[in-house]
């Protein structure tokens, strides 16, 4: 390894969750890399990177798989020279009763021997918020804002102490808001409290950007942090203050010439409605028919035919569907496989679309984003401007250029893939 390494080291349970951390380290002017996996040790992109998120696709597999590879992340990282790790995860607490989150949480505090650590999911910038331990997105609470519904973890409760305790073997508490808002000292106070009296995992309440910087002042010297993109909010002014930051604009980027396309995997409300919102405009969109897929159907190459067929204009192609939908496909096949089936899916017509020259990919979904990232064989991501919150334009690193916004499902505004489309042409209007 060579310089003086990074300072912030994120591990992010899933790519588009990657990208929105790292949007927040480039935004408070880190300059970010993010690596699709875990890189080689001497990787060049990492050189002289002051963050480095690694994109794991940890959320849904098995429990001690992603304890697996968020230890080997770590690994890496420590040897990269970060001081400071982040397990970055859901600002909507995705998990199951099993986990993720509790047992990688655990298991990398254990590897870094961290007697107590916080879990701060908040993100006001996109209407996440946590008051007495209870999730809100905007006015709802977590188990009745859709989220209750969501294909692979259903959340089904908005008190987080009682969700992270169910997947954790040490005690949950919670550190809340009037603590918070008297300000860093109260929360060292309450941590170290916490610590005394055997607690492991403190959630920690945050309605605004302010709390979070103040919970960021309170674990400057914390090794691992966990939470959603909003807690890296506050994390570099701690390297600033010591002036260890080389202030360079952290979000430039180059412009990537080439066709462009949507994808959208996603099944969550936001992305139903940007979907929609495409169809209106009667701009042209194909649907994957999951039970076709199912049934081994040629799904795949009618998509690339619809693409084919359209040169002159821009075509989404998605399975998204309305929550009866879709779970009328899962009842049928099951909601592991017909994920797996999409996801699948959607990789090979991403490769078969870049073959054909598409440069610029707008991608909606988390796990879908993943699986395109991995079939596009990119390792890499340069992070650039934010297109909306938590949704960054990056350009790929390695030999072929190709330009990616990945969205998370509920990220963006009704028009997002029409301003993500523009933002990666380089039309900054
Ligand atoms: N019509 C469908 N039927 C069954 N499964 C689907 C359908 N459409 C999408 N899926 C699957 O649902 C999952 C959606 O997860 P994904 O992470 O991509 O989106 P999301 O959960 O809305 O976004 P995020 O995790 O970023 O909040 C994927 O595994 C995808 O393959
Ligand atoms: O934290 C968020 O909301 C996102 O980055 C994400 O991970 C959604 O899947």
Redesign the pocket.
């Given at each position: 390894m060579s310089g003086r390494g990074a300072f912030i080291g994120c591990i992010a349970d899933?790519f588009?969750g990657a990208t929105d951390i790292a949007s927040t380290l480039v935004r408070a002017g880190m300059k970010t890399v993010q690596s699709i996996g875990i890189p080689e040790a001497d990787d060049p992109m990492i050189a002289d990177a002051e963050a480095i998120v690694v994109a794991l696709k940890s959320r849904t597999i098995a429990a001690g798989d992603a304890v697996e590879q968020s230890l080997a992340a770590l690994d890496f990282l420590r040897a990269a020279g970060c001081r400071q790790i982040v397990f970055k995860y859901?600002s909507t607490f995705?998990s199951t009763e099993h986990g993720n989150i509790g047992p990688v949480a655990e298991a990398l505090a254990r590897a870094l021997d961290q007697q107590v650590t916080i879990a701060a999911p908040s993100f006001p910038a996109n209407g996440r918020t946590v008051y007495n331990g209870h999730l809100f997105v905007g006015h709802a609470l977590l188990n009745e804002s859709g989220m209750q519904n969501?294909?692979?973890t259903p959340m089904k409760d908005a008190n987080l102490v009682r969700v992270l305790q169910a997947q954790s073997k040490g005690t949950v508490g919670l550190i809340d808001f009037p603590t918070v808002l008297k300000g860093a000292e109260h929360v060292r106070a309450a941590i170290e409290q916490a610590q005394a009296e055997g607690t492991t995992l403190l959630v920690v309440d945050a309605i605004s950007e302010a709390d979070l910087k103040v919970i960021g002042q309170a674990c400057h010297d914390h090794t691992l942090i966990t939470g959603g993109s909003g807690i890296a909010l506050g994390l570099p002014e701690n390297f600033r203050t010591n002036n260890e930051l080389s202030g360079a604009d952290a979000a430039v980027l180059p412009v990537v010439a080439g066709k462009d396309v949507v994808l959208a995997?996603?099944?969550?409300l936001r992305?139903n409605l940007q979907v929609a919102r495409w169809i209106e405009a009667k701009r042209p969109a194909y649907r994957i028919d999951?039970m076709k897929l199912a049934a081994g159907e040629p799904v795949v190459e009618e998509a690339i035919a619809f693409f084919d067929a359209h040169t002159d204009q821009t075509v989404l192609i998605y399975?998204?569907?309305p929550a009866d939908e879709?779970r009328q496909?899962?009842a049928a096949i099951g909601a592991q496989k017909?994920?797996e089936m999409?996801?699948h899916a959607l990789g090979l017509i991403a490769r078969s679309l870049r073959d054909r020259g598409v440069r610029r990919f707008v991608v909606a979904?988390?796990?879908?984003s993943g699986a395109v990232v991995q079939s596009l064989d990119v390792k890499g991501l340069r992070i650039g401007a934010p297109i909306a919150p938590g949704v960054p334009a990056t350009v790929s690193t390695g030999d072929m250029s190709l330009a990616l916004a990945l969205k998370?499902?509920?990220f963006g505004e009704a028009d997002f893939f029409e301003k993500a489309l523009r933002a990666l042409s380089g039309d900054q209007s």
């Open positions: 899933d588009t859901c995705d969501h294909p692979l995997g996603s099944g969550s992305t999951v399975a998204t569907s879709l496909v899962q017909a994920g999409v996801e979904g988390g796990e879908t998370s499902g509920n």
